[in-house]
């Protein structure tokens, strides 16, 4: 059992900076690819950006590249994502995931979920 809890979201100016936090409880964390979602309103929830269980493979949407950074510190069981130059097609709910044996890359296959914090960028 994996438990995610999110912090970080807030209200910011189109180009302004955010990091998002991911706390993960749990003895196994480490074995879980982790990765962050975000779902606007009216949309279906997209995948953003993903970090293997070792922290040397990471994988990002096209939509994202270059701006978003995602990290992950298994001492710590938590897992970051930095949002720079963000933009008002950013603002969604931002979701953490953990997948075991996989790649946190697909909702549907996503074995645990946060409760989401929103993001908001005004122009």
């Known amino acids: 059992q994996v438990q995610l809890v999110e912090s970080g979201g807030g209200l910011v100016q189109a180009g302004d900076s955010l990091r998002l936090s991911c706390a993960a409880s749990g003895r196994t964390y480490a074995n879980y690819a982790m990765g962050w979602f975000r779902q606007a309103p009216g949309k279906e929830r997209e995948f953003v950006s993903a970090?293997?269980?070792?922290?040397?493979?990471?994988y990002y949407a096209d939509s994202v590249k270059g701006r978003f950074t995602i990290s992950r510190d298994n001492a710590k069981n938590t897992v970051y994502l930095q949002m720079n130059s963000l933009k008002p097609e950013d603002t969604a709910v931002y979701y953490c995931?953990?997948?075991?044996?996989?790649?946190?890359?697909?909702?549907?296959?996503?074995?645990?979920w946060g409760q989401g914090t929103q993001v908001t960028v005004s122009s």
């Open positions: 995931a953990a997948e075991m044996n996989g790649r946190a890359r697909y909702p549907g296959n996503i074995d645990y």
């Open positions: 970090v293997s269980w070792s922290g040397n493979t990471l």
